[in-house]
């Protein structure tokens, strides 16, 4: 696969765009990533992009790490692919870099502007309204995410055990106050005796 000067820019676009969108994390711009990276421009595959989210997810740091192995992984295969030598790691490292300046310099600008006409009116109706309106939309996209990244998984019985243990584990989320810690640490517990 190759990319053109204008893909790369094309794609920075994209997620120039894309970054204005975030409420609540990059991660809940996946699913236009997605539909943008795997199914129109088929630059990646959906365990690359399954892969990608999965191990920014289980590495320690912020949740926009999936960008930059998005941006990692489309930059090695133009190259040519990683274990063609140094051309391909250089696209690789661009890439990243690429992704990540387009997805977080919107969105760090507005979140600074809106944070400070936030603290500046807090009393004011209309922000409260703003942070009222804000988590509905934060849901739904949380929600678009899951959804996109549970159909590789929903045809395999295998995971049925995973799927009922985070059914339960929302469920006491939203009705009970128990800490979000013991259920990550119950669910690993469970991982490690094999039973998810």
Known sequence: ??????DWLHMMLHFLSLSLITFGGVVAAAP???RYLVDQQHWLSDPQFNSSI???????????LFVAILGWTLGAQAGGGVQTGPLAWAYGVLAAFLCLVSILGPSGCLTLMVSRWGVRYQDKMAVR???????????ALMFSTGWLLL??????????PGLLLTAVSVVLMWK?????????SSGALLGLMGWV
């Open 1 to 6: 696969m190759s990319l053109m000067a204008s």
């Open 129 to 139: 309204a703003f942070k009222v309106g804000m988590a509905p939309l934060l849901i």
């Open 151 to 160: 159909p590789p998984i929903q045809a395999d019985a295998q995971h049925a």
């Open 176 to 184: 009970t106050r128990i800490h979000v810690l013991w259920l990550l």
């Open 54 to 64: 999965t191990l920014a997810q289980i590495a320690p740091g912020p949740n926009v």
């Open 32 to 34: 236009d990533m997605h």
